[in-house]
Every structure is written in C-alpha cells, then in structure tokens.
C-alpha cells in the first residue's frame, strides 16, 4: 500500500506523510475499538480490531489500517480483564501491548444508560534500539441497549495520559492528556458481536500546524473509524 | 486457536522488519541534466533572467563516492571558474529532498550571485540516488557525497577558511554535520535554510505524545544535537509560516544550542518551507547570505 501511495504521490512533503502519519496512527491504535460492556463471569473472548484515522492522501481520504488481536476474560458478572497485541505496529518491530481491566459501575436502567469504566496500560518497546514507552488511559462509556439480542450503541470519552514532561531537545512536552470521544454501535448475534465505532481524537488540539494532513470537522483533531470482532467462547 | 496464535507470532516475529527509511528520501532519476532547459516542477520558478549564468561558468561533472565501501558515481555542478577554486571563497550548497539538481537549479543560480554575480563558487551535486547519481539514498551517503565534493574541491586547491556550507531543509543535515565533524575540510562557516532539528522532533510534532523515531526509522538526523559541535559563524534564515518543518519546533531548536561564538537569525514573515527567497526578495536574499559569506 505504501508503495503504491508513493508512486501517486510526489511531493516532499507528501512523501514525508506516509512517514509521519503512521506515527501517530500508532498513538491511535492504542485506543481501538472500546470495550464497553463486560463478558459475563468466566466466560473467554477473542478479539480482533481494525482501522485508524482517517488522514488525506493524494486527494483521497483513507483510514490508517491498524490492526490488534487480543483476549478477555470475565472475572465476575461486572469486571473482565483483558490483552491485546497490536499487529501492525509489530510489522514494524515495536511490540505493543494493552492490558485492560473494565468495570461496569451500573446497568441500564430504563433511558438511563450503563455505566462502565476501562483503565488500561500500553507497552511498547522497538527491537531496534529497545526503546520502549509506557501509557496510561482510562475510559468512560456510557450504553444503551437496542433490541433484545444484546445490541447496544454507546459513547464515551477515552483519556491517554503522557507521562514524560520533557520530549526530545528538551522540549517541554506540551501535550500531557490527549482525550478521544468515542461513538459506537455493538450488533451481538448468538456468541458474535460486532462493532464499529467512530473517534474523535484529539479534539482539543489543531491540526493545521501539524505535517499530517488528519481529516475531522474543523480544524481540531482527528477522525477515526474502527471495526472490531468479538467471538465468546464457552457458556458462562 | 493455539495454533492461530502460534502461527501469528512467528508470521509477525518474519516479517517485523519493516522500516519506513526508503520512503524518506524523494529521488527522482534522471538520464541528462536539462537545468535552464529543464520543464519539469521546480523551486523558485520565478526566478528572474537577472539571475542566469553564463554557460561557460556551469561545470557538470562526476566523482565516486565511497561510503563504507559502498561506491557509487555522483553528479555535482560547480558554477563559477574552477580555475580560481584556489583563491576563491565557495559555497557547498547540499540541497533539499526532492528529485534532482534541474529541481533546485534556481536556487544554485541565486547562490552564485551573491555578493555580485560569481562573486563566490558554488558546488552543488546531487546526492546518491538523487538525479543521475546512482546507488540508494542513505544518511551516511549523503554526508559521504557533501564531504566528496569538498575532497574534490580541495584537490582544486581550496580551504576550509574559504569553504562556506549551505544546507536547505534535508541538506542541513549533511551541512550540519561536516561542519560539526570536519572530514576533507573544515569549512569556516555554516548557514542553514529551514533546517530539521532531528527525525523525533518531527514524530513528535506529528504524534503529540513523546515517542521514540526509532519505532519507524533508522534515520537519525540530529541537527539540534550536532549544532552544539559547531564553533565557526552560523547564519540561521527560517520561514515563520513553514508547514512543513516549523520555525519554533525545528529551527529555532536548532539556533538555541547553536553554542558557537557568532550566531544570526533571519526569521522569514509570510515564508513558508519552500518559498523563502521569494518573499524576503531574491535580492535582499543574497544580500544577506552576502553579507555573512563576506563577515
């Protein structure tokens, strides 16, 4: 894909995009579809996500293919811990990994929606000079339930958290809390759920200073969409 | 699923070898240089015939250029009479990232008119990969082709204390580098248009979060750090609406460990990366470039 964008595409700067824009797309595949509600108690899952923002290139409008796998166990009917490995970043030699730990706070009570929070840690370390990176996040969702087969959409806020106050040339890191609104719909059919979600990312901060060419209403932040696979294993 | 797992791992542990270090360089190849002739997209379009040169002070030649045993020929255009190489003052100009030297001629024109029209040598050439230099781009290479064209400019009998080197956007690195670590010849001064600062700056400009340049590339441009190994006059120009390598994340980092004993600025108004000639004025352009060659 990256070399048939570089045939299109010419310019200096274009060609600088495909380097640029994968890096941030790697801080946005660390948030990818959102877990929002619990597996029931004792029951295992594997998960399969794709997708990234959605960044101009060449005069289309593409998403960055991010891809992570993973599983999720229900600790009891209300917290389920999970692991994800993220795929595409690997392809690259960094090893990026998310563990997760939600917590339903409430269930939907008539209009009043579930409440549930995920705190998740991000590693990553590269195989190239061992550089690593250590991210917390946390996420708040909120979620109806459409139908009686266990559909339901969904929104929410996630949090990521930059720990380092001095980045490189020591410079003072001025983004310390990059925040992302999510929007979601979960289709659940028999052990299947799947999911497509939109985000928001970094609606706070402008783009029209950055090289990335990011798409999203306005000139703040970025746009992004993502589709994620859920098979439950084993009765709960 | 364990063997899914199983084969995944070992599928992703192959192939994790990916590096974005090809699609850094913009090369386009070439079969002749055209320069005037030359139809193809440009810098500095507009450039008025006040600024050509004469036919006979163009000299388009060729060198090997070994890095690490990797030998490659390289294209260089030295304007200006090579026959006065050993008392002028020349100026090393190692242009951007992109295409060739039919790309930047007008800029190596406006080069060669400052302080009067060939007033000063220039030598451009075309780093490995670029235009007709053959081989595969590469930071070392690229440092190894700049300090093969001053080789080559010694060997015409030229000094470092009149060696002036230009570096313009990815040709800072190079520029920056062999006046930090001397190798042929230490060149007495150093100027830099809309330089990088490193490689991590600029993923971390894109990313807002603090990460590591190496989790993509090996390349490893550091102005900002090899700038504070830099003790000869330093001239600073920086567009200060550059899109592209912003003023105060990338040049004025560079400027700020510059450490040496004489430093200036020239922050552009209304320029952006690409454009700084042409909204300052090509002629107070080179007359400020004029002035810092000849201080």
């Avoid at chain 1, 824009?21 to 295992?44: G, T």
């Avoid at chain 2, 193809?40 to 070994?66: C, I, M, Q, T, W």
């Avoid at chain 2, 390598?245 to 209304?270: C, F, M, W």
């Amino acid at each position: 894909m990256i070399s048939m964008y570089a045939q299109i595409i010419s310019p200096f700067i274009c060609r600088m995009r495909i380097l640029l824009f994968l890096f941030i797309a790697l801080l946005a595949a660390c948030s990818p579809v959102s877990m929002v509600k619990p597996l029931q108690k004792k029951q295992w899952a594997a998960t399969a996500t794709v997708g990234g923002p959605l960044v101009g290139f060449g005069g289309a409008v593409v998403p960055v293919p991010f891809t992570s796998v993973g599983a999720a166990y229900g600790v009891d009917s209300v917290s389920t811990v999970a692991l994800r490995a993220h795929a595409t970043a690997a392809l690259f030699g960094v090893a990026q990994i998310d563990g997760a730990y939600l917590r339903q706070w409430r269930g939907q009570e008539g209009g009043i929606p579930g409440i549930s929070t995920v705190v998740q840690a991000t590693y990553m370390v590269d195989r190239w000079e061992g550089n690593s990176r250590f991210y917390p996040s946390l996420d708040v969702n909120a979620w109806w339930d459409v139908g009686k087969k266990g559909s339901f959409i969904y929104t929410g806020i996630t949090s990521w958290y930059e720990l380092k106050k001095i980045g490189t040339a020591d410079r003072v890191q001025e983004h310390r809390w990059i925040p992302a609104l999510n929007l979601g719909f979960t289709r659940s059919r028999g052990k299947w759920n799947t999911s497509f979600e939109c985000k928001y990312l970094a609606p706070f901060t402008s783009h029209e200073s950055l090289t990335v060419d990011y798409k999203a209403p306005g000139s703040n932040g970025a746009f992004g969409v993502y589709v994620g696979f859920t098979r439950k294993f084993g009765k709960p | 699923m364990k063997r899914i797992i199983i084969l995944f791992l070992v599928a992703t542990g192959l192939q994790a070898c990916l590096r974005l270090d090809s699609q850094f360089f913009n090369v386009q190849e070439l079969t002749t240089y055209e320069l005037d002739n030359y139809t193809g997209e440009r810098e500095l379009p507009e450039l008025p015939e006040a600024y050509d040169v004469d036919a006979e002070n163009v000299h388009l030649f060729s060198l090997k250029s070994n890095d690490n045993g990797d030998v490659q020929t390289i294209y260089a255009i030295y304007l200006g009479d090579t026959a006065r190489i050993a008392t002028d003052t020349v100026i090393v100009y190692c242009h951007g990232n992109k295409h060739h030297m039919d790309f930047y001629w007008n800029r190596a024109k406006l080069m060669a008119h400052v302080g009067g029209e060939h007033r000063y040598g220039v030598l451009m050439m075309d780093y490995r990969g670029f235009g007709m230099s053959t081989g595969t781009t590469t930071e070392s290479g690229l440092t190894t082709d700049v300090n093969t064209c001053m080789q080559w400019l010694k060997d015409h009998g030229l000094t470092g204390d009149r060696t002036v080197l230009y570096g313009y956007s990815l040709g800072s690195a190079p520029a920056t580098t062999l006046a930090a670590d001397p190798q042929s010849l230490r060149a007495s001064k150093l100027i830099l248009e809309a330089p990088f600062a490193s490689a991590e700056v600029m993923v971390q400009d894109a990313a807002l979060a603090a990460l590591p340049a190496s989790y993509f590339t090996d390349i490893r441009v550091d102005n900002a750090e090899k700038i504070q190994f830099v003790d000869q006059p330093f001239c600073w120009i920086h567009g200060i609406n550059d899109d592209f390598l912003k003023i105060d994340t990338h040049g004025e980092v560079v400027y700020n460990h510059y450490q040496g004993s004489y430093r200036e600025a020239h922050r552009i108004p209304e320029a952006v990366h690409n454009n700084v000639p042409a909204v300052m004025g090509y002629g107070e352009y080179v007359r400020v470039v004029g002035e810092f060659v000849g201080k």
